[in-house]
């Protein structure tokens, strides 16, 4: 591996590198600092990608040292740390089987954007999406312990997403394009969105979790395109339904939406009787009209 391959890839296993490179007892000098950050920056934008594998982009809870700056320079600090990673996701990331937020772990979109060109995004730790573009991310996974802020942002998402942990709309948007997957996109786990749009040109369709576990308090945009419409249904027999919050939009075009895909509110459930429930009540109805019609026969003798 040439060096220059090296540094993106010790740039992107940040779990490893850069806590270890930038921690406050290796930071020798700021000069030192200077010529690595030069050296990583070299190395990023000539995109040269190194081998596959995970690659867990984060800035360690309470690690505010940067390429950079010595520990003299305390809040400026975090800024290089991001950048880093910026520059790494958009350069980079597209060689990587997925992009992992560890646990304990942070990542901050800035403000110009995020691009992972399809690569799969785990969370286990934080993202924080603030007001900026995740774009093109692949599979988006939330672990138990995974936190995503929406903020005021935007997440593009080109194929599944699960969610066990926790995510924060916030007013921002997700949306689903189904640019990196070739196969139904399917959204599964409780889930509340501000705006969500899912669209498609080609046919595509989104399989909606059975259930009531997807809420849009915002806008829900549907959105295919002319003789190729965009194709809505359950994940399974049941019906699945897409709760929509009191203030509540839907924007559709060009959609085909199957009989168990609900919009709106879920119907409340018909009470219903099991076979020894109606003959029970069979029985009850036999005994009121034995009853009534022995005092209606006694009110006739009585009357005689």
């Given at each position: ?96 089987a997925q992009v ?138 049941q019906t699945a ?64």
């Amino acid at each position: 591996m040439q060096r220059r391959e090296v540094l993106c890839h010790q740039v992107l296993q940040c779990g490893t590198w850069l806590p270890n490179q930038f921690k406050e007892t290796e930071l020798k000098s700021s000069k030192q600092n200077h010529v690595k950050w030069a050296r990583l920056r070299r190395a990023v934008r000539a995109g040269v990608a190194a081998p596959g594998g995970a690659v867990p982009l984060v800035r360690p809870k309470g690690f505010t040292q940067s390429p950079r700056r010595t520990p003299a320079h305390g809040k400026k600090a975090a800024g290089g740390v991001r950048l880093a990673l910026s520059l790494a996701a958009l350069l980079c990331g597209s060689a990587y089987a997925q992009v992992v937020v560890p646990l304990g772990g942070d990542l901050n979109v800035p403000a110009g954007g995020m691009d992972l060109a399809c690569v799969p995004l785990q969370v286990q730790g934080t993202v924080n999406v603030n007001a900026g573009l995740l774009s093109t991310v692949g599979n988006v996974g939330i672990d138990p312990s995974g936190v995503v802020n929406g903020g005021q942002g935007t997440i593009t998402v080109g194929g599944n997403w699960s969610s066990s942990g926790q995510f924060n709309p916030g007013t921002g948007t997700v949306v689903f394009n189904g640019g990196c997957t070739a196969n139904p996109v399917t959204i599964s786990g409780t889930t509340v969105f501000n705006n969500l749009k899912l669209t498609s040109s080609t046919d595509g369709t989104f399989v909606v979790p059975v259930g009531t576990q997807l809420t849009v308090n915002g806008t829900l945009t549907l959105q295919g395109a002319p003789g190729h419409p965009l194709n809505l249904v359950s994940s399974g027999a049941q019906t699945a339904v897409i709760t929509l919050g009191p203030n509540a939009q839907v924007v559709r075009d060009n959609v085909t939406q199957a009989p168990n895909v609900q919009i709106g509110a879920a119907l409340a459930a018909i009470p219903t009787l099991s076979e020894w429930g109606l003959a029970l009540l069979s029985l009850l109805v036999a005994a009121a009209a034995f009853w009534h019609g022995r005092k209606q026969r006694r009110r006739s003798m009585n009357h005689s």
